[in-house]
């Protein structure tokens, strides 16, 4: 199956900082989507991007498929941005493969 | 809108029971998906519908765990015997029909295998 590799594993970050989380997959994708999960154990849909750029807010990502990786940019981190990130990818439009995500700690 | 609901929040049982796991996905949406995940790591997907119609379950163990959905909305896992490597969060998600469709899951179940 495709192999997902995040990183950095951790980050922590002081409030208001900026920072790139990265993902990077073995093989052709033409399904990508992050994810955040709360502390709470919540899991929210960042981002559908398997390709090209988007921007919501204070989050954005970009992803260049034909080099197989994909970026997930915070800025002006806030402490509701805590939690782990993952990104999961697919080949056929089916079944998702999920990284080991990236815990973010943003302290204030 | 309404998102994924999912019951119970948490169960625990001792090993060799049963348990039985409850999801509704958002309306309208076809595709329903049961992850699980073990603490520590990215959700594993156990099994995929479309409508009621099984689109993946090749990492189900279907020595031990169930999975339908009558109807095409409602669904149901079920795991008999329990194991103590079950002990995990199982997710339910679901997106519109298709698989280029972003998921949004429920809040999921913490089960712990006494």
């Known amino acids: 199956g495709i192999q997902v590799e995040q990183s950095p594993p951790d980050l922590i970050l002081q409030e208001g900082a900026n920072s790139t989380l990265r993902c990077n997959f073995s093989?052709?994708?033409?399904?990508l989507q992050w994810f955040h999960q709360n502390p709470w154990g919540q899991l929210i849909n960042l981002f559908y991007?398997?390709?090209g750029t988007k921007q919501n807010g204070r989050l954005s990502a970009t992803t260049v498929a034909t080099e197989r990786y994909s970026l997930l940019y915070i800025s002006s981190s806030q402490t509701t941005d805590s939690g782990v990130y993952f990104c999961?990818?697919?080949?056929?439009?089916?079944?998702?493969?999920f990284g080991a995500g990236t815990t973010v700690t943003v302290r204030a | 809108e309404a998102g994924v609901a999912q019951s119970p929040r948490y169960k625990i049982i001792e090993k060799r029971q049963s348990v039985a796991f409850w999801c509704n996905p958002i309306?309208?949406?076809?595709?329903l998906y049961w992850y699980q995940q073990i603490l520590g790591q990215g959700p594993k997907l156990l099994i995929q519908?479309?409508?009621?119609?099984?689109?993946?379950d090749s990492q189900l163990p279907k020595d031990r765990f169930s999975a339908e959905r009558l109807k095409g909305v409602d669904s149901t896992l079920k795991i008999q015997p329990a194991k103590l490597e079950d002990s995990a969060v199982y997710l339910c998600?679901?997106?519109?029909?298709?698989?280029?469709?972003?998921?949004?899951f429920g809040d999921g179940t913490r089960l712990s295998i006494l």
């Open positions: 998600a679901s997106s519109l029909k298709g698989g280029y469709q972003p998921q949004h």
């Open positions: 093989d052709s994708v033409n399904n």
């Open positions: 991007i398997p390709s």
């Open positions: 999961a990818v697919g080949l056929s439009g089916y079944k998702l493969s």
């Open positions: 309306s309208g949406h076809a595709t």
């Open positions: 519908f479309q409508n009621n119609g099984v689109v993946d």
